[in-house]
T-cell receptor
Framework: DTAVSQTPKYLVTQMGNDKSIKCEQN?????MYWYKQDSKKFLKIMFS???????INETVPNRFSPKSPDKAHLNLHINSLELGDSAVYFC??????????????FGSGTQLSVL | DQQVKQNSPSLSVQEGRISILNCDYT??????FLWYKKYPAEGPTFLIS?????DKNEDGRFTVFLNKSAKHLSLHIVPSQPGDSAVYFC??????????????FGQGTILTVHP
């Protein structure tokens, strides 16, 4: 009964491949996010979706395409993987992104390694 | 240009003593600040937050202090316990209703509490 679950936990793949990471939340939240933790350990927002609608796209290459089939799911598809895509990707959700509390609930992360 | 910085990569403290984790920010539009705690192989979990209209917020053993003029916040944990050993991330948002959950994170501080 994990609140925010993402799969797979580890993903090792070759350059040029296409891969997807799935995320589901059972908290009833309206907003979901993808964050990337780079090699310097900074967590940076990539996308946010509110009720299946794209709200934030932080200048992410268009090889990254989020898909939200419903407000409980936000998947991340990556085309033509590059070495620099290696990172930990975190899915998150929140109840009210415009409220006074920006409390996000995170999944456990997907460690992506591009060889 | 990192707008949120945690200049201490690590901190080591004896059990029972106080842990003080520091965070500096540069963006004067930030008006809401959060601390997240992260264990290995898990996602960050929310710990405590503070609005810019306050200078202190307390929750049990955890207290966050905000000095707006210095653009500095700190997290105090007292008394520290071995279970507090984790990575602590400072985060900030320009909540004013338009940030849509976009948090700007620091790079984290590894806290180790020795028994």
């Amino acid at each position: 009964d994990t609140a925010v679950s993402q799969t797979p936990k580890y993903l090792v793949t070759q350059m040029g491949n296409d891969k997807s990471i799935k995320c589901e939340q059972n908290l009833g939240h309206d907003t979901m996010y993808w964050y990337k933790q780079d090699s310097k350990k900074f967590l940076k927002i990539m996308f946010s979706y509110n009720n299946k609608e794209l709200i934030i796209n932080e200048t992410v290459p268009n090889r990254f395409s989020p898909k939200s089939p419903d407000k409980a799911h936000l998947n991340l598809h990556i085309n033509s993987l590059e070495l620099g895509d290696s990172a930990v990707y975190f899915c998150a959700s929140s109840q009210d992104p415009q409220g006074p509390s920006e409390k996000l609930f995170f999944g456990s992360g997907t460690q992506l390694s591009v060889l | 240009d990192q707008q949120v910085k945690q200049n201490s990569p690590s901190l080591s403290v004896q059990e029972g003593r106080i842990s003080i984790l520091n965070c500096d920010y540069t963006n004067s539009m930030f008006d809401y600040f959060l601390w997240y705690k992260k264990y290995p192989a898990e996602g960050p979990t929310f710990l405590i937050s503070i609005s810019s209209i306050k200078d202190k917020n307390e929750d049990g053993r955890f207290t966050v202090f905000l000095n707006k003029s210095a653009k500095h916040l700190s997290l105090h944990i007292v008394p520290s316990q071995p279970g507090d050993s984790a990575v602590y991330f400072c985060a900030a948002s320009a909540a004013g209703g338009t940030s849509y959950g976009k948090l700007t994170f620091g790079q984290g501080t590894i806290l180790t509490v020795h028994p």
